[in-house]
């Protein structure tokens, strides 16, 4: 899943179409959690939004897609709920029915791009005072149809909009899932604020740590720990990241399991190592945790995120470990309460936080690289640090959101580039990768264009490989670049306890219809180098390799040799391989 900002996203030109729907107010009040209380009360203002894309898989009429708009919003109760003020200035929730309305054509002025079209109608219609706060668009190509939809912060958190894209491609027969495409209405979010005030209080302790996280930061929510410019509202630098390739965050995750901790707490780690050394202070930032504490909220929308704080002064992952568990539970409890001494939420210019979200281990579900799915941070202004995280089936990805200023962009920049790197080096450095073989030890690893020369002479070093490869290192270094830019291919190499290139294979994933849509893993150019044979080297790689294809969904795998190579037969055979099939080729 794309992490952007509207001015970032990825759009095509065509026509922008949005649902005008009716509204009629009914007078029943409903209550009205924390955190909505605390980003309404801030009033009207461009940029309160959050919003998701993605490409329908297929043409749709403009009344086929408001008709299942309609039923997406007739599912979720927070979809039917609007703020207001009354004569005293009271801020009131109350419930709306909301009818079919009509279409109409956004104008994109000459010149504008479809960034700032976009901007300009959901700052005007997902204002938290606007009845509706949330807006349906479609923006219409001769080719494709892109949905983009955004909501007020109030009603909708991340999770939430990934439960409007499924619940709309649901009530339009689009959805890849065997359920019903009936959508019975989902638990509400006002039924959860309600339980959210019924919650025991938070015990003597809880009160006390968050007073101690607090004071350590001068009694305010927890800021960056570097300066960011004069503290006030500036103008925002957005930084979209893919951090680790599905690849690396396998690795990555691959090492957190061998430390006895979540990938979660292996980022911590890092954050705060980079801290450390680039602060010589703590990592302490707010945390957001999801308050879903019960599964009948999964397919719920509404804004089912409060807030905590993390502290964490050691990198050691149990360390970290520790630290994200106290958070967990410091974000467990009615925070009103907590925050009491405090008047409410102690903000301050350089507030930093922290959020993750890893889609794999959701409960709702979408193909979101099938669907070329964004989620959308809106543009405002903005006097501190926001750092999201997202884990899928791509990889660690992350946006960060800071002033920019020539301090925001020395310290956090600065900030960021470091983490990556460690990130990154440690993704490389991990256990995933390694083949332990009794005292010896190798590694796996993605190859880099340097390591072409050294995969030559493997593949040279037979007496068919000898009459087959070239020394036209140019010609090979024009094929990797191919294989590198296609992340369906891992061309892998294996470096002995002296960082030399003992091994290759490459590896690809190939999606299929045959076999009931079995994904296959095809693998070719396998080689040891002699010193390394009968060792159990080779066993160990191909091992390695079915670990890597179970890892992307791979169901069945296969190669090819040559039929001259018997040793080989043997010793795939050794591995399971039956020689099922007849390998045909032609020179084209």
């Given at each position: 899943?794309?992490?952007?900002?509207?001015?970032?996203l990825r759009?095509p030109?065509?026509?922008?179409h949005?649902?005008?729907?009716?509204?009629?107010?009914?007078g029943?009040?409903?209550?009205?959690?924390?955190?909505?209380r605390?980003?309404?009360?801030?009033?009207?203002?461009?940029?309160?939004w959050?919003?998701?894309?993605?490409?329908?898989?297929?043409k749709?009429?403009l009344?086929?897609?408001?008709t299942?708009?309609?039923?997406?919003?007739?599912r979720?109760?927070t979809?039917r709920?609007?703020?207001?003020?009354?004569?005293?200035?009271?801020?009131?929730l109350?419930e709306?029915?909301?009818?079919?309305?009509?279409?109409?054509?956004?104008?994109?002025?000459?010149?504008?791009?479809?960034?700032?079209?976009?901007?300009?109608?959901?700052?005007?219609?997902?204002?938290?005072f606007?009845?509706?706060?949330?807006?349906?668009?479609?923006?219409?190509?001769?080719?494709?149809s892109?949905?983009?939809?955004?909501?007020?912060?109030?009603?909708?958190?991340?999770?939430?909009m990934?439960?409007?894209v499924?619940?709309?491609?649901r009530?339009?027969?689009?959805?890849?899932?065997e359920v019903?495409?009936?959508?019975l209405?989902?638990?509400?979010?006002?039924?959860?604020?309600r339980?959210?005030?019924?919650?025991?209080?938070?015990?003597?302790?809880?009160?006390?740590?968050?007073?101690?996280?607090?004071?350590?930061?001068?009694?305010?929510?927890p800021?960056?720990?570097l300066?960011?410019?004069?503290?006030?509202?500036?103008?925002?630098?957005?930084?979209v990241?893919?951090v680790l390739n599905?690849?690396?965050?396998a690795?990555?995750?691959?090492?957190?399991?061998?430390?006895?901790?979540?990938t979660?707490t292996?980022?911590?780690?890092?954050?705060?190592?980079?801290?450390?050394?680039?602060?010589?202070?703590?990592?302490r930032?707010?945390?957001?945790?999801?308050?879903?504490?019960?599964h009948?909220?999964?397919?719920?929308?509404?804004?089912?995120?409060?807030?905590?704080v993390?502290?964490?002064a050691?990198p050691?992952?149990?360390?970290c470990?520790?630290?994200?568990?106290?958070?967990?539970?410091l974000?467990?409890?009615?925070?009103e309460?907590?925050?009491?001494p405090?008047?409410?939420?102690?903000e301050?210019?350089?507030?930093?936080?922290?959020?993750?979200?890893?889609?794999?281990?959701?409960?709702v579900?979408?193909?979101?690289?099938?669907?070329?799915?964004?989620?959308?941070?809106?543009?405002?202004r903005?006097d501190?640090?926001?750092?999201?995280?997202?884990?899928d089936?791509?990889?660690l990805?992350?946006?960060?959101?800071y002033?920019?200023?020539?301090?925001?962009?020395?310290?956090?920049g600065?900030?960021?580039?470091?983490?990556?790197?460690?990130?990154?080096a440690?993704?490389?450095?991990?256990?995933?990768?390694?083949?332990r073989?009794?005292?010896r030890r190798?590694?796996?690893?993605?190859?880099?264009?340097?390591?072409v020369?050294?995969?030559?002479a493997?593949?040279?070093?037979?007496?068919?490989?000898?009459?087959?490869?070239?020394?036209?290192?140019?010609?090979?270094?024009?094929?990797?670049?191919k294989?590198?830019?296609d992340?369906?291919?891992?061309?892998?190499v294996?470096r002995?306890?002296?960082?030399?290139v003992?091994?290759?294979?490459?590896?690809?994933?190939?999606?299929?219809l045959?076999r009931?849509?079995?994904?296959?893993?095809q693998?070719?150019?396998?080689?040891?180098?002699?010193s390394?044979?009968?060792?159990?080297?080779?066993?160990?790689m191909?091992?390695?390799a079915?670990?890597?294809g179970?890892?992307?969904?791979?169901?069945l795998?296969?190669?090819?040799?040559?039929?001259?190579?018997?040793k080989?037969?043997?010793?795939?055979?050794?591995l399971?391989?039956?020689?099922?099939?007849?390998?045909?080729k032609?020179?084209l």
């Amino acid at each position: 899943m794309r992490l952007t900002n509207v001015a970032q996203l990825r759009l095509p030109f065509g026509k922008l179409h949005g649902y005008d729907v009716s509204i009629q107010r009914t007078g029943a009040a409903l209550p009205i959690s924390f955190d909505q209380r605390r980003h309404v009360s801030a009033g009207e203002r461009p940029g309160s939004w959050m919003a998701i894309s993605f490409r329908l898989p297929t043409k749709v009429e403009l009344d086929e897609l408001a008709t299942a708009w309609l039923e997406v919003i007739n599912r979720h109760g927070t979809l039917r709920s609007a703020f207001s003020r009354d004569a005293n200035g009271e801020l009131l929730l109350q419930e709306i029915n909301v009818t079919p309305g009509a279409w109409v054509q956004h104008p994109v002025a000459s010149g504008q791009s479809m960034n700032d079209a976009l901007r300009d109608v959901f700052d005007q219609a997902c204002s938290p005072f606007n009845a509706p706060s949330h807006r349906l668009c479609l923006l219409e190509t001769a080719l494709e149809s892109t949905i983009v939809i955004a909501s007020d912060h109030s009603h909708v958190d991340m999770w939430s909009m990934l439960v409007i894209v499924r619940d709309l491609l649901r009530a339009l027969g689009l959805s890849d899932d065997e359920v019903d495409p009936q959508l019975l209405p989902a638990a509400s979010f006002t039924e959860h604020t309600r339980a959210m005030v019924e919650r025991p209080r938070a015990p003597q302790e809880v009160h006390q740590r968050w007073a101690q996280v607090l004071e350590a930061s001068g009694s305010v929510m927890p800021r960056f720990p570097l300066p960011l410019g004069e503290p006030v509202p500036h103008a925002e630098r957005v930084e979209v990241r893919d951090v680790l390739n599905v690849d690396d965050s396998a690795a990555f995750a691959a090492q957190a399991k061998e430390d006895s901790v979540s990938t979660l707490t292996a980022v911590i780690s890092a954050m705060t190592s980079v801290t450390l050394d680039f602060a010589d202070a703590p990592l302490r930032a707010v945390f957001p945790v999801h308050s879903r504490y019960d599964h009948q909220w999964d397919d719920s929308v509404g804004w089912f995120i409060t807030n905590s704080v993390i502290e964490s002064a050691d990198p050691a992952p149990l360390a970290c470990a520790a630290a994200v568990k106290e958070a967990v539970r410091l974000g467990s409890w009615p925070l009103e309460d907590i925050l009491e001494p405090w008047g409410g939420m102690p903000e301050e210019p350089g507030m930093f936080a922290i959020s993750w979200l890893d889609l794999r281990r959701l409960p709702v579900r979408v193909d979101s690289i099938g669907l070329e799915a964004q989620y959308i941070g809106a543009t405002i202004r903005t006097d501190g640090v926001m750092l999201w995280f997202i884990l899928d089936d791509a990889g660690l990805h992350l946006r960060c959101r800071y002033p920019d200023t020539p301090e925001g962009r020395e310290h956090v920049g600065g900030w960021l580039d470091a983490l990556i790197l460690k990130l990154r080096a440690q993704a490389r450095a991990s256990v995933g990768g390694l083949l332990r073989l009794g005292e010896r030890r190798y590694r796996v690893q993605r190859a880099e264009r340097s390591d072409v020369p050294a995969i030559v002479a493997l593949l040279s070093d037979d007496e068919l490989g000898a009459s087959r490869e070239g020394n036209d290192l140019i010609t090979y270094e024009r094929a990797f670049d191919k294989i590198s830019r296609d992340s369906t291919h891992y061309l892998a190499v294996v470096r002995d306890e002296q960082d030399a290139v003992i091994g290759t294979m490459q590896l690809s994933i190939i999606p299929g219809l045959s076999r009931k849509g079995t994904t296959r893993l095809q693998i070719e150019g396998v080689r040891v180098a002699a010193s390394e044979r009968s060792q159990g080297v080779g066993r160990s790689m191909l091992e390695w390799a079915h670990a890597h294809g179970r890892a992307r969904g791979a169901r069945l795998a296969q190669l090819t040799t040559d039929s001259s190579r018997l040793k080989a037969h043997q010793f795939y055979a050794r591995l399971g391989y039956e020689k099922s099939h007849v390998g045909l080729k032609l020179e084209l």
